[in-house]
C-alpha cells in the first residue's frame, strides 16, 4: 500500500487530511487512484490508514479510518557520513541509506571528492537530495524521513555529530591489525546512536583520517575486498543494524 508523508497542517479535524504537490501528482497521474481506495499517510511521524473521499485538480482528501501500529524504526539512530562521489551515485547512497533505516545523512566535500558543490546549486542539490530520502522512506513504510544535511568538509560534518554517537570509520588502505567491524561492535555496549563515515571514490586522505583519530573515531576493516563508496554504506548500515537486531524482523 503506498504510504505519503504529510506535514502537520494536513490534518483536519482529526479525521480528514489533505494531500498536495508532488504527492497529488503521483496519487492521481501516477497510481491513477479513485475515491474508495486506501493509502496510508504519515502525520508527525504517525502512521494512519486513509480512504480517498475526493480529488480535485490541487489536492487529494482522505478520511483517516484508524492508526496503523507498526514499529518500523531502529531503536538505534544510525548517521551515514557520506564523502561526495562523482555523478549521480550520491542519489542511489541516499536512496539505499533511506530504506535500510538511517536516521540521518551527511554529505561532506571530502579530499579526494571529483565532484565539487557549487554554493549556488547547493540548495538545489539538497531540496533534490531530501525528495530522494522521502520517497526511499515512503517505499520502506518508514515513519521518519532521514535529515539530510551538507558540509564543506569531513572537519565540518564531524563536528555536527553528538560526542557520545558511537563513531565508525572503515578504512581501506589499512596496512593491516585493524579490528574487523564485528569486533568493535562486541568490544563496546549497544549505543543510542552511532555514526559511520564512508569516503568517496578516492578515499581518505591521512590528513582525514588523523583527523578522525584525535576526535575518537574507531578504525576498523570490512575486510579483504574493496567495496564501491556506493557499495559501503548500505553494507556497514544493514551490518550494524543486523548486529544490534534492529532489522525490524518480529
Not at 479513485?34 to 511521524?45: F, L, R, T
Not at 531503536?75 to 562521489?85: R, V, Y
Not at 554529505?107 to 525528495?131: I, P, Y
Not at 515512503?138 to 521518519?144: G, I, M, N, P, S
Amino acid at each position: 500500500m503506498q504510504r505519503y508523508f504529510l506535514d502537520d497542517q494536513a490534518m483536519k479535524n482529526g479525521n480528514k487530511a489533505v494531500i498536495q504537490g508532488d504527492d497529488h501528482h503521483h496519487i492521481v497521474r501516477v497510481m491513477r487512484m479513485k475515491p474508495g481506495d486506501k493509502v496510508q499517510v504519515v502525520v508527525a511521524s504517525i502512521p494512519y490508514l486513509a480512504e480517498i473521499i475526493a480529488i480535485s485538480e490541487t489536492q487529494v482528501e482522505v478520511g483517516i479510518l484508524e492508526r496503523v501500529h507498526d514499529q518500523s524504526e531502529a531503536e538505534i539512530a544510525l548517521t551515514l557520513l557520506q564523502g561526495l562521489p562523482k555523478g549521480e551515485k550520491i542519489d542511489l547512497v541516499i536512496r539505499q541509506a533511506a530504506e535500510i533505516g538511517v536516521a540521518e545523512i551527511i554529505v561532506f566535500q571530502a579530499e579526494r571528492s571529483v565532484a565539487k558543490m557549487a554554493g549556488d546549486k547547493r540548495e538545489a542539490k539538497l531540496l533534490r537530495w531530501r525528495k530522494i530520502a522521502k520517497e526511499a522512506a515512503e517505499l520502506a513504510h518508514r515513519t521518519v524521513i532521514p535529515e539530510v544535511k551538507f558540509a564543506d568538509s569531513l572537519k565540518s560534518a564531524l563536528s555536527i555529530l553528538d560526542p557520545k554517537t558511537l563513531k565508525l570509520l572503515p578504512y581501506e588502505l589499512q596496512n593491516g591489525g585493524l579490528p574487523s567491524l564485528k569486533e568493535v561492535l562486541r568490544s563496546v555496549a549497544i549505543p543510542s546512536s552511532a555514526a559511520f563515515v564512508i569516503g568517496p571514490e578516492g578515499g581518505f586522505t591521512e590528513e582525514e583520517v588523523q583527523l578522525a583519530e584525535a576526535s575518537d573515531w574507531r578504525l576498523l576493516t570490512l575486510g579483504k575486498r574493496i567495496l564501491r563508496t556506493e557499495t559501503a554504506g548500505l553494507v556497514v548500515a544493514s551490518l550494524l543494524l543486523y548486529e544490534w537486531d534492529q532489522m525490524g524482523v518480529n
